[in-house]
Antibody
Framework: QVQLQESGPGLVKPSQTLSLTCTVS??????????WSWIRQPPGKGLEWIGY???????YYNPSLKSRVTISVDTSKNQFSLKLSSVTAADTAVYYC????????????????????WGQGTMVTVSS | DIQLTQSPSFLSASVGDRVTITCRAS??????LAWYQQKPGKAPKLLIY???TLQSGVPSRFSGSGSGTEFTLTISSLQPEDFATYYC?????????FGPGTKVDIK
């Protein structure tokens, strides 16, 4: 059974870089069947997709965060990571990682149906 | 970005009630819509994908329908463990936006 677990500092100072890692267990991150995603949820608010990565390193980011986000993958450790630079209090949130199954249409386009497995989430507070 | 709206934003219901939540997209998204259930302090849990396909292990009292711009999530007979917040998500195009959520509370 595949499980995802987020880890990283719970407190980050304003203007610094937030760094989190998601460790995948029970399955290989190098499977070509999935993308690996980050999502966040500010306290009491809704969900926001941050971006995702394929095992090959191919990434897609939310345009609203693209200038500050880097997602990377380490297949040897079965992990993927998030870096968010120049953080402010608005980046305070629970950060989740999730698995995103890949489907390929007859036209060769990659599509997705859902985020099917999620980590438990980790709270990150931006404060001096 | 494609915007999603959900109605109602809050719903008060009793055990055994039939509950329907609507999700509307700002443009057509075919059937690329998922529904999640989130309980306080927990990660979202996938209930429905491809608008109407029940995720493995999810009780059959949950069902989804719709395509294009209007979708519904129905709980046929509300159970105590169903009191939670429900989110829709579109996966038709980046940035895979989520709806604002519908909180289902005990009447």
């Amino acid at each position: 059974q595949v499980q995802l677990q987020e880890s990283g500092p719970g407190l980050v100072k304003p203007s610094q870089t937030l760094s989190l890692t998601c460790t995948v267990s029970g399955g290989s991150i190098s499977s070509g069947d999935y993308y690996w995603s980050w999502i966040r949820q500010p306290p009491g608010k809704g969900l926001e997709w941050i971006g995702y990565i394929y095992y090959s390193g191919s990434t897609y980011y939310n345009p609203s965060l693209k200038s500050r986000v880097t997602i990377s993958v380490d297949t040897s450790k079965n992990q993927f990571s998030l870096k968010l630079s120049s953080v402010t209090a608005a980046d305070t949130a629970v950060y989740y990682c999730a698995r995103v199954p890949v489907m390929i249409t007859f036209g060769g386009v990659i599509v997705h149906d859902a985020f099917d497995i999620w980590g438990q989430g980790t709270m990150v507070t931006v404060s001096s | 970005d494609i915007q999603l709206t959900q109605s109602p934003s809050f719903l008060s219901a009793s055990v055994g009630d039939r509950v329907t939540i609507t999700c509307r997209a700002s443009q057509g998204i075919s059937s690329y819509l998922a529904w999640y259930q989130q309980k306080p302090g927990k990660a979202p849990k996938l209930l429905i994908y491809a608008a109407s396909t029940l995720q493995s292990g999810v009780p059959s009292r949950f069902s989804g329908s719709g395509s294009g711009t209007e979708f519904t999530l129905t709980i046929s007979s509300l159970q105590p463990e169903d009191f939670a917040t429900y989110y829709c998500q579109q996966l038709n195009s980046y940035a895979f936006t989520f709806g604002p959520g519908t909180k289902v509370d005990i009447k």
